[in-house]
């Protein structure tokens, strides 16, 4: 009957191939350089095989270690994942969203009941913050490394998509319009507003803060080309929902994404302008780690935002 092959052992030695000493192996092992060679002497005595090349500058693996060093690896991952989940398996029941604040206030608050509603076991735990967007497509903010250290289960980011490490999908296209509310349309006070070049009498609300595919007056003047026109007065916000609240409140009109404002025209707080939408390159997207669609929470978060986008 073969000798059973010691786990310690097997753990010591992928270690050690992978750093490439028994010092540096001890070290993270927290146990002595003399445990970790006796460890892979003892390895080497089962298997009946050398497996390094001892080295006055380090280790070297033999034809026999590097044969068998990629799936011990596999296998050491498959150990770790899988205690991971009997470890939390009792506990897990908090699924942690991060959305901008704009997005988590404008669209995802009002329809959380439902799911709260589909889903009863669920805790949920939003996060909405300014600090991770993306300001510049060729070095995004969000990376899977971003989404391990802020124990980020999904996230819904406005940009290109170009997230590393992570399973991306889109769930929204956008498209810029402007808006005003009926009240600052229908005062008597307020020149006309039938036409773009209208705009010229009026005050115009712009979102300034620093995300990339931000829509831009500029941009959208040019669009229905009225490039040279000029507002008879601007009032800038540092934030997209600054300026929604302006317009609400009656203070001009705004430039802004139609489905950040869905809810505020479907309920006649705001109002759209003339029927002119301006394409936008970025898109909402649903960023979560790679192969967390076995995550139960995750999927069931996953298969309610498409249907709530299906169902509007």
Request: charged share 25%; glycine share 6%; hydrophobic share 40%.
């Amino acid at each position: 009957m073969a000798a059973a092959i010691p786990l310690n052992a097997l753990n010591a030695f992928v270690v050690a191939a992978r750093v490439g000493s028994f010092s540096k192996a001890a070290e993270e092992l927290h146990v002595t350089p003399a445990a970790v060679s006796q460890q892979i002497r003892q390895l080497e005595d089962v298997l009946e095989v050398p497996l390094f090349h001892r080295l006055s500058r380090g280790l070297a693996l033999t034809d026999a270690g590097q044969a068998g060093l990629t799936e011990l690896q596999s296998g050491f991952e498959s150990i770790h994942k899988a205690v991971q989940r009997m470890r939390t398996a009792d506990q897990r029941r908090e699924l942690n969203i991060w959305a901008s604040p704009s997005f988590a206030s404008k669209w995802l608050m009002s329809r959380m009941h439902r799911f709260m509603a589909a889903h009863p076991s669920i805790d949920l735990r939003i996060s909405g913050s300014v600090g991770l967007i993306d300001s510049d497509a060729t070095t995004p903010a969000l990376s899977a490394e971003t989404l391990k250290s802020h124990n980020i289960d999904v996230a819904i980011r406005f940009g290109m998509g170009n997230y590393p490490g992570c399973e991306v999908e889109k769930i929204m296209d956008v498209d810029a319009v402007p808006l005003c509310s009926p009240g600052y349309l229908k005062d008597t006070n307020t020149p006309k507003l039938e036409q773009p070049s209208d705009l010229k009498h009026h005050t115009l609300l712009h979102d300034e803060s620093p995300y990339e595919g931000r829509p831009k007056w500029v941009d959208w003047f040019k669009d229905v080309g009225e490039d040279k026109l000029e507002a008879a007065h601007n009032i800038y916000f540092n934030s997209v929902l600054l300026a929604l609240s302006a317009a609400l409140a009656g203070q001009g009109v705004v430039l802004t994404l139609e489905q950040l404002a869905q809810d505020d025209v479907n309920e006649g707080r705001l109002v759209p302008l003339f029927e002119r939408r301006s394409d936008i390159e970025q898109a909402y997207h649903l960023v979560t780690l790679e192969g967390s669609s076995e995550n139960s929470h995750v999927r069931a978060f996953r298969d309610w935002i498409f249907s709530e986008l299906t169902s509007e």
